[in-house]
């Protein structure tokens, strides 16, 4: 939900140290110019308000948190506060939710120093609300839910070339994973850093393996297949999306049951359409992340072609 009722958005918390209220109420407009919606304490925090109440409600309803870093905001207590409560929100969605943007070049604590951040001193203000307000628009734009990829690949070296970071999306699943690649991959690169990223399952088996589905992948971008051992270099850019086709093939005692088919939640296939569920949930659960407090059961999965 919006903190403002023009629907601005997406909402975004900004957490900061007072010391630094100059430069944050720039940046504040500067996110407000490009169509996000920021909720500042003193802009936020109506006269009468319960402080701690209003903070808390204005982490829930929000997509997204900001802290403002600099030497000011060190060992602040109301910031370490928000960090804390920031990160415990960010588990429990199983999303990014969480991103940096320093004043000054002072170091992060250690909970955070492995997080990417972005410069907004030395003149890149404006660079960084840009980036920021790219990010949070093309999340929303994917259309699921977005998730980091399981296992995902370390952040490059500042010297080394930049990934780019794309998102794989399941429309079945309704969930979208980032996942970094190089530049001017090639298909067979790209089918390969998916795979590994997300984990990709090929099999899921009971009763020692004599009965069960193997998993196969299609590949789309833009809406055109890919090839998966192609060796020429894809037209991708930051950002973009390309789509997995889970397919499944059932499989008993005496070889394949059925023809593969698209996985969809509530199909019934060529064994007992239970333990297909089953065995798919076992297999993909990793994928899908859910938050503890939705406990949605698989027949509500959304039945839908991916």
């Not at 948190?65 to 960010?90: F, G, H, Q």
């Not at 889970?246 to 199909?267: C, N």
């Amino acid at each position: 939900m919006p903190h403002h009722p023009d629907g601005r958005g997406p909402a975004v918390f900004i957490s900061y140290a007072t010391a630094d209220r100059t430069e944050v109420l720039k940046f504040h407009q500067d996110l407000l110019d490009r169509g996000i919606d920021p909720f500042l304490d003193i802009m936020d925090i109506l006269p009468g308000d319960d402080v701690v109440m209003s903070i808390n409600g204005a982490l829930e309803r929000s997509d997204f948190y900001v802290l403002v870093w600099s030497a000011a905001a060190r060992d602040r207590y109301w910031v370490n506060s928000e960090i804390s409560a920031a990160m415990v929100l960010e588990q429990r969605r199983a999303r990014p939710f969480v991103f940096i943007v320093r004043l000054d070049d002072s170091e992060l604590p250690p909970v955070l120093a492995p997080r990417r951040y972005l410069d907004a001193f030395g003149g890149r203000r404006h660079f960084a609300a840009d980036q920021l307000a790219a990010v949070w628009t093309r999340d929303r734009a994917v259309g699921t839910k977005v998730l980091p990829a399981p296992a995902p690949v370390p952040e490059p070296a500042p010297r080394d070339e930049p990934t780019l970071h794309i998102y794989a999306r399941n429309q079945s699943l309704q969930v979208s994973h980032e996942v970094r690649i190089p530049h001017g991959v090639t298909s067979r690169v790209l089918v390969a850093a998916i795979t590994e990223q997300l984990a990709l399952p090929t099999e899921a088996s009971e009763y020692g393996g004599a009965v069960g589905v193997r998993f196969a992948y299609r590949y789309r971008h833009a809406g055109e297949s890919l090839t998966e051992d192609s060796d020429v270099p894809l037209a991708l850019g930051d950002g973009d999306v390309v789509d997995i086709e889970v397919v499944v093939e059932p499989f008993g005692p005496d070889g394949a049951l059925a023809d593969p088919v698209s996985f969809l939640p509530g199909r019934d296939y060529a064994i007992p359409p239970e333990m297909i569920r089953d065995l798919c949930q076992k297999a993909i659960e990793h994928l899908l992340a859910e938050d503890p407090e939705d406990d949605q059961d698989q027949e509500d999965w959304p039945d839908q072609e991916s």
